[in-house]
């Protein structure tokens, strides 16, 4: 992405447990070839302070609840609770209303790239880059507090 | 003919190990008569697999689709041909999404109902308050790889409680595939079909009035004509699946309960109720889940 403009950079916190979209409109100010969309954000695991004895009861009674889930050892819920519990935040975007790109896959740095010929999976290639670009994050879950986003556009 | 069908399927455009070609590549080699795309969120490697599948000439017939990967659970769509945005999602009114969906002619259904969600993944259970299942064309009432009991149980139940009340809601099945998981020993969907047929036409007809068989191999036909009921066991060669024709019993559910007879009985439609909604399942042993083998089409009695 050496080489391309920025155009546009934002950056945010999310609170604990928000569920909803945050979008961006991007009103570029000319055509351009090619389009990255780059996002970060973090952390997406719980770190072992983070979780309070509070937490992992409470994390302990909800999945039994809801689930019948019950860890057989201590190792088991440490494992659940450090690598398969996590903040979840998809981003998709739209080029004059049109769906043009949505990223799944939970990387805590993502790219949507955008030319004519060419484009990251789970985009479509565009041959006119031009008008109004929405980003949009969609906060699945948010594991904790002042979780932490970046949204940078830049174009050629 | 019955064609196999796989119908809940991912590749590397959204979180899956498979890439277009691969996913191809691993169904043919499986024997599937068509599969569906249904990547979360995104559209991108439809047109992908439509190509790939024409310039080589492939012997497997494609699906267009979409898992719509919301907050409060997961929608899949199939036969559809153009993005719906699904981000203003309201839980309380989730039919306005099966409908703006069903609006640009694809078939909405509901998937894994019971996964757990949050705090594993917000979103994989279902928490939407649906409130009229008329928008809605179908229930995955297994995903292979989940927990039996868990949540393939509730689901199938779900389904079969929402047919005797009167729905009209086909039962699919899918591997949910993000990558190499062998196929054997799973269910899929079958319908009915014409070699060379044109997929989504006869997947709408399948869905619409309910005639998909979610099974392991063997299809059970049970056909109500003359004032009885007459089943067939058919064997579909589905690789993995070894055929114990001596140990099928089939079981008869009902809003009522269940009744249990053998292939070769002939159950008098006088039996029931005029208005019955009947499901026809075929089990190898005895009717515990386990050994579950083929939910049937419905049959609803005049």
Not at chain 1, 19 to 43: H, K
Not at chain 2, 194 to 206: P, Q, S, V
Not at chain 2, 223 to 249: C, L, M, N, S
């Amino acid at each position: 992405m050496e080489d391309m403009k920025t155009i546009y950079q934002v950056g945010g916190t999310l609170c604990r447990d928000f569920t909803g979209q945050i979008s961006y409109t991007v009103c570029l100010d000319q055509t351009y070839r090619e389009l990255d969309i780059e996002f970060t954000f973090g952390p997406r695991h719980f770190s072992p302070g983070d979780v309070s004895e509070a937490l992992k009861k409470e994390l302990l009674d909800y999945c039994k609840k809801e689930y019948g889930l019950a860890p057989s050892s201590p190792e088991e819920l440490e494992h659940a609770i450090y690598h398969e519990m996590k903040t979840e935040i998809h981003t998709i975007a739209t080029l004059n209303g049109t769906f043009i790109g949505g990223i799944h896959r939970q990387l805590e740095t993502r790219h949507m790239y955008f030319s004519p010929e060419e484009a990251t999976e789970g985009c479509i290639p565009q041959p006119c880059i031009e008008g109004v670009l929405r980003v949009t994050v969609l906060a699945f879950s948010v594991l904790l507090d002042n979780t932490a986003y970046t949204l940078t556009v830049r174009a050629r | 003919m019955y064609k196999r069908l796989e119908l809940h399927n991912h590749t590397t455009e959204s979180d899956a190990s498979f890439n277009c070609r691969e996913l191809i590549d691993f169904f043919l080699a499986d024997g599937v008569d068509g599969f569906a795309l249904t990547d979360h969120n995104t559209i991108s490697g439809n047109p992908k697999m439509r190509r790939i599948i024409e310039e080589n000439h492939l012997p497997i017939e494609f699906i267009p689709g979409m898992e719509y990967t919301t907050y409060y659970g997961h929608i899949l769509c199939l036969n559809l041909t153009e993005y719906v945005p699904w981000e203003d999602i309201n839980r309380h009114k989730p039919e306005l999404l099966f409908r703006a969906a069903s609006a640009k002619g694809a078939l909405t259904g509901i998937a894994h109902p019971y996964s757990f969600g949050w705090p594993f993944a917000k979103g994989c259970r279902f928490e939407m308050e649906m409130t009229d299942y008329s928008c809605c064309d179908f229930i995955e009432i297994f995903n292979n790889l989940e927990p039996l009991h868990q949540v393939n149980e509730p689901a199938l139940r779900l389904w079969e409680n929402l047919v005797f009340s009167g729905h009209c809601l086909a039962a699919t099945c899918g591997m949910d595939l993000h990558g190499s998981t062998p196929l054997a020993g799973h269910y899929g969907t079958y319908i009915e079909g014409e070699k060379g047929g044109d997929i989504a036409r006869e997947l709408e007809h399948a869905i619409k009035n309910m005639r998909t068989w979610v099974s392991r191999g063997a299809l059970l036909l049970a056909d109500p004509e003359d004032g009885a009921i007459r089943f067939a066991v058919q064997q579909t060669g589905k690789p993995g699946y070894t055929p114990h024709p001596e140990q099928y019993r089939i079981a008869l559910r009902t809003a009522a309960g269940q009744g249990e007879c053998s292939p070769g009985d002939v159950i008098a439609v006088s039996e029931f109720a005029p208005g019955t909604v009947l499901i026809p399942e075929l089990f190898e042993n005895d009717t515990a889940l386990e050994n579950l083998i083929c939910v049937a089409p419905p049959i609803r009695l005049r």
